[in-house]
């Protein structure tokens, strides 16, 4: 075989850096960058229309929440449609779902949201116990019935209290196991999985088929965590800063199907962090 030039090397080189071959991998995050309205809790009062510009402005195009103070719901989703934003997905009180899906599917037809989430169970003295589990499946397994026959899908937003241990496994696993998978999904926010010392994509694997979308939030390296479902706002850090290991969180949801992706900040320097956030995960590569 005649040997190759050195001409004849750096053309292979070259093309070889063309094609992709040499380089630094796909990237892992590919989805719409979304955000949760709570970041923004401290800004909404100052002007709504100012603090979607903000939201706009950093490359936002889908977001969680739902009706404003100081807007009525049909008013905001035409400034969100101005700004090209969709809200794909609004909270809900557990209280009120319960009772009632009715002003929930309101809402949610109005922003044209296809995705409701519940973030909090009730539970009494801070202690988490099955009889709370078992009351919120059933309620959970009522509420996500209904809410699909209008063609939404309902979403548990775990908030790490639920992991505590129970049989084999914990009481956030009691309630996957008995909600129905055709009316109940999940949310992760990756924060208050791994806070109680679960490992988020593992978890994330663990259900494959139940998680449908996902916080993406960073925990302040050295905070030891526990059940209580609660830590300072300030432990809240850019994602890529702290103590979770992001690239493999994002790798696990992209494999499991994870739909959209919201940025929550609950930092007082979310307007400093977000840009860092956004940074971090578009450079995350295969």
Request: net charge positive; with cysteine; glycine share 10%.
């Amino acid at each position: 075989m005649q040997k190759l030039t050195y001409w004849g090397c750096f053309l292979i080189a070259l093309l070889a850096i063309q094609t992709g071959v040499f380089a630094q991998g796909k990237p892992v995050y590919t989805s719409p960058i979304g955000l949760q309205a709570y970041t923004f809790r401290g800004s909404w009062d100052k002007g709504i229309e100012a603090t979607l510009d903000t939201i706009k402005s950093l490359g936002v195009t889908e977001m969680e929440g739902g009706p404003l103070k100081g807007m009525t719901a049909e008013e905001l989703r035409k400034q969100l449609d101005k700004r090209g934003i969709k809200m794909v997905s609004i909270g809900a009180d557990y209280k009120l779902l319960s009772e009632s899906t009715a002003e929930t599917i309101k809402n949610a037809k109005i922003f044209g949201a296809k995705y409701v989430m519940v973030a909090w169970i009730p539970h009494k003295g801070g202690n988490f116990d099955l009889e709370t589990a078992k009351k919120a499946v059933a309620d959970f397994n009522k509420a996500g019935k209904e809410l699909k026959e209008a063609g939404i899908t309902l979403t548990y937003h775990n908030h790490g209290y639920e992991f505590v241990p129970y049989e084999d496994g914990t009481l956030f696993d009691y309630i996957v196991k008995n909600t129905n998978p055709e009316y109940v999904s999940f949310e992760m926010d990756v924060l208050w999985t791994a806070f109680p010392g679960q490992d988020p994509a593992k978890l994330l694997l663990k259900y494959p088929t139940r998680w449908k979308l996902m916080h993406l939030k960073d925990l302040k390296k050295g905070v030891k965590g526990n059940l209580s479902g609660g830590t300072p706002t300030t432990n809240d850090v850019a994602l890529g800063t702290g103590q979770i290991d992001i690239p493999a969180v994002l790798k696990a949801a992209k494999k499991v199907g994870i739909k959209h992706y919201f940025i929550e900040d609950e930092s007082p320097s979310y307007l400093k962090q977000i840009p860092q956030t956004i940074a971090y995960i578009k450079g995350i590569k295969e």
